[in-house]
């Protein structure tokens, strides 16, 4: 979470931009003992854009969706009331048996999907690739579309991504979705906060460029870290580590252990992980800002190809999808101006420098499709363009990606990495952890990991 201001104090929120899953916020709140943010239901829905012309403005919940689908068309209805029933299933049996616990084995969730009925109900879904899931279950050309961009969620081409990421339907549709009071970064704010009064303490600015393992493996203090801020270097020693750094940069950049570092390059070695792609984002400062819903989706002739193309092929897409924030139409105490566009892009493998011209010929690009597509002007400047090259260097992500490695082909049984090792005292969490990227997934994983910490650490000695 960043927010960048600009000289009139308006402030622009870099992305995440929606909170699915509310829950996971408030409990870790309650936890805390601290008042939580305050999350305003995003009750305008979200409007999608085909390529036809096809404009559809999803009310939100699932009764609202189901008659806006049923007075358009009544196989269309069915499709969607029968893939949204499917889509809740395994949400509600990932909630109980995968997001919150450790990444099961595949004999362990064989057992528990035949005992939960689940892969009798639904047994294609759960071991066939998502393309097939989606086109098995939809015929509508552009519902399939939406569809396919759940994938997109996960950092995996569709065609390669399991079955079951058909649960994401049910989260963006089916579940709460907020917007924080005052924007997205007043999560991050609250949370810092409320870690102060618990007496952590925060170095700003200062990078972790190297923790080495004490040779006496239990031994209090056992992390050796080096610390760099700007050209200044100091040293600390912990008795455990807790990161939310990338695992994969971690282990390339500045983990000083042997055996994490074959750990994680070894996925990569044998290409069944890949960083996942990224984002090009622009932070617009829209002056004839008329209405819109809170968020705009506008879809490419082909989302599959188009995401394909970025994820795979580390191409510039021709036809990229392109989303529009605009936290106005829910939260009125944020400027009409603050409008968010992001569009796809692939991750630094692509090798593009992302300069200046090249910045300006993209959004200029992205806002011509906006201007076509949405029928308005969009008069204003681009106040921030933000890069896969940006995205790296800031948040240190895995080759400026945002879902850290995904699968680069099909599994249909793996999850992301436990944030466990076999080495003592070292534990990870967040978007590249079981169960992976989002801002309350990434809640969800530092729960696991910290229930974790506390049984080890209680009464040790
Ligand atoms: C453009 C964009 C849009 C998104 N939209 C949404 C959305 O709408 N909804 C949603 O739920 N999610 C969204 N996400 C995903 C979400 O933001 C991430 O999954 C989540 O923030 C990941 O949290 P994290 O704690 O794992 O990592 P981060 O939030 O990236 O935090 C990692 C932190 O560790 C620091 N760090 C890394 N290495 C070191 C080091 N060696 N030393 C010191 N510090 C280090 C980084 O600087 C960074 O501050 C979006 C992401 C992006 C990029």
Not at 161 to 170: C, D, E, F, N, R
Not at 189 to 205: G, I, M, Q, T
Not at 231 to 248: G, H, L, M, Q
Not at 450 to 455: G, L, T, V
Request: proline fraction near 6%; hydrophobic fraction near 35%.
């Amino acid at each position: 979470m960043f927010r960048y201001t600009n000289s009139e104090s308006l402030s622009w929120d870099t992305g995440p931009t929606l909170i699915s899953l509310p829950q996971e916020i408030t409990k870790i709140f309650q936890l805390l003992q601290k008042e939580p943010p305050q999350l305003i239901p995003v009750t305008s829905g979200c409007r999608l854009v085909f390529s036809d012309g096809t404009d559809w403005t999803l009310p939100a919940g699932e009764k609202n969706l189901l008659q806006y689908f049923k007075e358009k068309d009544y196989q269309l209805f069915e499709n969607f009331s029968q893939i949204l029933k499917i889509s809740s299933n395994i949400f509600d049996f990932a909630e109980k048996n995968i997001f919150h616990t450790d990444p099961p084995s595949t004999m362990s969730l064989g057992m528990k999907s035949l005992s939960s009925g689940l892969f009798f109900r639904h047994p294609k879904v759960t071991l066939t690739p998502y393309t097939k899931v989606v086109d098995s279950l939809i015929s509508n050309k552009n519902l399939r579309e939406f569809f396919y961009h759940f994938a997109s969620y996960v950092g995996v081409n569709p065609d390669k991504a399991q079955g079951g990421i058909l649960s994401i339907a049910h989260v963006e549709l089916n579940s709460d979705i907020v917007f924080p009071a005052g924007g997205v970064y007043t999560i991050a704010d609250k949370l810092y906060k409320a870690a102060c009064e618990y007496n952590v303490k925060f170095y700003f600015n200062t990078e972790v460029v190297e923790a080495k393992a004490h040779p006496h493996e239990d031994s209090p203090r056992s992390w050796n870290i080096c610390l760099k801020n700007n050209n200044e270097t100091s040293f600390a020693s912990y008795d455990i580590i807790v990161s939310n750094s990338d695992p994969f940069v971690a282990a390339e950049k500045w983990l000083s252990n042997t055996q994490l570092k074959n750990y994680f390059s070894s996925y990569l070695k044998t290409n069944s992980l890949r960083p996942s792609e990224s984002q090009f984002v622009i932070l617009f400062d829209w002056k004839d800002a008329s209405s819109l819903v809170h968020h705009v989706k506008i879809f490419p002739k082909s989302w599959r190809q188009s995401f394909i193309d970025v994820c795979e092929n580390f191409n510039l897409p021709e036809d990229p999808c392109v989303y529009l924030v605009w936290p106005h139409a829910t939260d009125k105490s944020i400027s009409p101006r603050i409008l968010y566009i992001s569009a796809m892009a692939p991750n630094n493998l692509s090798e593009i420098s992302w300069n200046q011209d090249f910045c300006d010929k993209y959004s200029e690009k992205i806002l011509d499709i906006c201007r076509k597509k949405l029928n308005l002007s969009f008069k204003g400047t681009v106040f921030k363009t933000i890069t896969p090259i940006e995205l790296e260097n800031r948040t240190r992500s895995f080759k400026g990606g945002i879902y850290s490695a995904t699968s680069s082909e099909y599994q249909p049984m793996s999850f992301h990495f436990s944030g466990l090792t076999k080495v003592p005292n070292i534990y990870f969490v967040g978007a590249g952890v079981h169960p992976g990227a989002g801002v309350t997934m990434v809640m969800k994983s530092a729960h696991r990991i910290s229930k974790h910490i506390i049984q080890k650490f209680t009464n040790w000695k």
